[in-house]
C-alpha cells in the first residue's frame, strides 16, 4: 500500500504505511523491513530529510544488502 500511494504521489500516507511495515516486519522478516526502509528512505529524502533517510539507509543495508543498492542510482 505504501508503494501505491508513493506512486500517486501521496508522500505522507505512504510514509505512514512503510513505518507500519517497518514495525511489523522488523520481528518476523528482517530483510522485508529493510526493503520497506529502503523505500521510505527516498521518500524522505524527496521530503527534504537527509538526515533520517541516511539513517534509514544505514538500517536498511545491514538488513537487506540487496535493497540498500536498489537505491544506489
Known sequence: M??????EGNLDS???YL????SICDKVMPGAA???RANLA???SEQGDLV???????RARQQAPS???ATKG
Do not use: C, M, P, T
Open 2 to 7: 505504501g508503494n501505491l500511494l508513493y506512486s
Open 14 to 16: 505512504a510514509g505512514d
Open 19 to 22: 513505518k507500519r511495515a517497518i
Open 34 to 36: 529493510g526493503q520497506f
Open 42 to 44: 527516498i521518500i524522505r
Open 52 to 58: 533520517e533517510a541516511r539513517s534509514l539507509l544505514v
Open 67 to 69: 535493497a540498500a543498492q
